[in-house]
C-alpha cells in the first residue's frame, strides 16, 4: 500500500503483494515444494521396489531375474543396450561402473532402501530383486556410453539415485 503513494517500508509479509514479491517467501514455497517431490519420489521408489521384488519390469513375469528378458533380444550382457559392442564381445562394452560405495553391487539398490538391516538380502544370487531394479536403471540405455552418462553421478547421493529411478521407471511402465 505505501508504495502506491511513494513511501518506502520493509516488507511485512502480511499482505499477498509481500509474500508474492518477498524473496524469503518465494524460497521457502520452491524449497517447500521440492521436499514434497522428493518425498513423493521416495514413497513411488518404494512402492516399485516391493513390485520388483516379484515381477520383471521388462517383461512382466514372475520368473524373470531382469536379464534373461533382455538377453534374450541379442542386448549387451553389461549394459543392456541393443548397440552395443559388448552385444558379442563383453569386454568391449564402455560401460564401467562406477564406485558403488552405498549400493548392492549386484541389485544397484542403496542401502537406506533395503529392508534388512544387514546384507543378508543381498550379493551375488542373494538379491530379492536379482536384477530387475538394474533392468530399470539401465532402461533406455542403447549401449555403454549412454548407461555411464545416465548413472555416472547416482551412487553415492540417495535422492539422486531415487529421482533417475523414478523417472526410468515411469518411462518404462509408459512403454510397457
Known sequence: ??????VTSSDCGLCSVCKDTDNISRMRRVATDEIRCQE??????????LD???????CGQPGCKGRDCVTRFKSCHK???????????????KFNNPKINNACV?????????RADKNELHGLNKCVHAERVKR?????????????????LCWDVEDDWIKIFVEKHKKM???T
Do not use: Q
Open 1 to 6: 500500500m505505501y508504495s502506491k503513494i511513494g
Open 40 to 49: 513423493n519420489d521416495r514413497e513411488y521408489a518404494v512402492r516399485a521396489l
Open 52 to 58: 520388483l521384488e516379484t515381477n520383471c519390469m521388462g
Open 79 to 93: 549394459c543392456f543396450g541393443t548397440n552395443c559392442n559388448g552385444i558379442k564381445h563383453y569386454s568391449k562394452c
Open 106 to 114: 549386484y541389485c544397484w539398490l542403496p542401502r537406506s532402501l533395503r
Open 136 to 152: 530399470v536403471m539401465l532402461y533406455g540405455c542403447n549401449n555403454g556410453e549412454d548407461a555411464h552418462k545416465d548413472l555416472y
Open 173 to 175: 511402465k509408459i512403454t
